[in-house]
């Protein structure tokens, strides 16, 4: 059965770092992007960032270009989200989500991802 699980959220700082992971289980990443997205109490989720697997193609959403970087480490079936530099406006639950892509790269749209995890939370705050 197809399931991701995220985990690394937590209170930090502003400026501060925290690393996010999405262990997946029930399939080969090699087949899929997996995408970052975050909800923030009162907003619609967005797309963060997003990662095609097979050919290690990302995308980033403006405003965090710079500061977060997607990796993934297809032995551990696990895509990583490293986020620097952290602002307040961060502060949401992240969640990530799986679409079938091999090629090419992949789209910050939330509604061509699905089997979401259950989120994790981030804070931003001093």
């Known amino acids: 059965q197809l399931q991701l699980v995220e985990s690394g959220g937590g209170l930090v700082q502003p400026g501060g770092s925290l690393r996010l992971s999405c262990a997946a289980s029930?399939?080969?990443?090699?087949?899929?992007?997996i995408g970052w997205f975050r909800q923030a109490p009162g907003k619609e989720r967005e797309g963060v960032s997003c990662?095609?697997?097979?050919?290690?193609?990302?995308n980033y959403a403006d405003s965090v270009k710079g500061r977060f970087t997607i990796s993934r480490d297809n032995a551990k079936k696990t895509v990583y989200l490293q986020m620097n530099s952290l602002k307040p406006e961060d502060t949401a639950v992240y969640y990530c989500?799986?679409?079938?892509?091999?090629?090419?790269?992949?789209?910050?749209?939330?509604?061509?991802?699905?089997?979401w995890g259950q989120g994790t939370q981030v804070t931003v705050s001093s």
């Open positions: 989500g799986v679409r079938q892509q091999m090629f090419g790269q992949c789209p910050l749209a939330k509604e061509t991802y699905s089997r």
């Open positions: 029930g399939f080969s990443l090699n087949y899929y992007a």
């Open positions: 990662l095609t697997s097979n050919t290690g193609s990302t």
